[in-house]
């Protein structure tokens, strides 16, 4: 069965480097790569890698625009952001023999990968989770300004001040629904992949490999558009023109 924790590797003076963090800089690196490729060779006439590139995009910005309107360009970068580095992270754990490239240390049993799943590591999802709220409530005061911001947990009316006290809380249910939920599908995958494979590895785990590439793709989408959905929210003025 997968390991909880992620798996370390070897240590940079006190710095762990654990396997998650391999696949974290693997995941920057084709990021990057992709990004110089593109930038690279912009044609006015597109080619396939391109074109779809541009498709993806352009399809991303008018959906978030459709929802957010006037603020889309403040939310599109890291709506984007969340939503690339997610499914990347996601599917490279389905490369075929990743989890067979690792290390064996003396007295374990079993293979240690060089490269494990980044969003089956619960303290990336939870750091996600983190980036996504406090760049939320930033663009929040930013864009409404802080009185605005405010009152949407402060008021002398008590219904409205006990409606602020569940928003507060609410704040905090976020970060615990979003790095849960992501890291919940993503490791139960792991594991279901894992033990698929140890019984027999030539096909049986081919279906739960197309699950869950629907999965990495649906887990991507769920995060990068509720963090859409929140920033939308807490952009928009609660009163306009002294009405409700």
Do not use: C
């Not at 909880?4 to 710095?15: C, D, K, M, N, R």
């Not at 599908?185 to 792991?190: Q, T």
């Not at 887990?219 to 306009?240: E, N």
């Amino acid at each position: 069965m997968a390991a909880f924790a992620p798996e370390v590797l070897t240590t940079i003076g006190s710095v762990p480097v654990t396997n998650t963090l391999v696949n974290t800089i693997f995941v920057d690196a084709v990021i990057f790569g992709g990004v110089y490729a593109v930038t690279k060779n912009l044609k006015r006439i597109p080619g396939m890698f391109q074109n779809a590139v541009e498709y993806i995009i352009e399809t991303m910005y008018n959906f978030i625009y459709s929802v957010a309107n006037k603020n889309t360009p403040k939310i599109f970068p890291f709506v984007m952001s969340f939503f690339l580095f997610i499914l990347i992270a996601n599917w490279s754990g389905l490369i075929p023999g990743i989890t067979a490239m690792g290390l064996k240390e003396e007295g374990e049993k079993h293979l240690i990968p060089l490269m494990r799943n980044l969003t089956s590591d619960l303290n990336a999802t939870l750091a996600f989770a983190i980036i996504s709220v406090v760049v939320t409530h930033y663009y929040s005061i930013k864009t409404i300004g802080i009185g605005q911001y405010l009152g949407r947990y402060v008021s002398i009316n008590p219904i409205n001040f006990f409606v602020g006290v569940l928003e507060i809380v609410s704040e905090f249910t976020k970060v615990i629904s979003l790095s849960f939920r992501l890291f919940g599908n993503i490791y139960a995958g792991e594991v279901v992949l894992l033990t698929t494979s140890s019984m027999f590895a030539f096909l049986l785990p081919v279906p739960f490999m197309m699950l869950e590439v629907i999965v990495g793709l649906v887990q991507a989408l769920v995060f990068s558009l509720l963090t859409m959905v929140f920033m939308a929210i807490l952009m928009t003025p609660h009163k306009k023109g002294g009405d409700h």
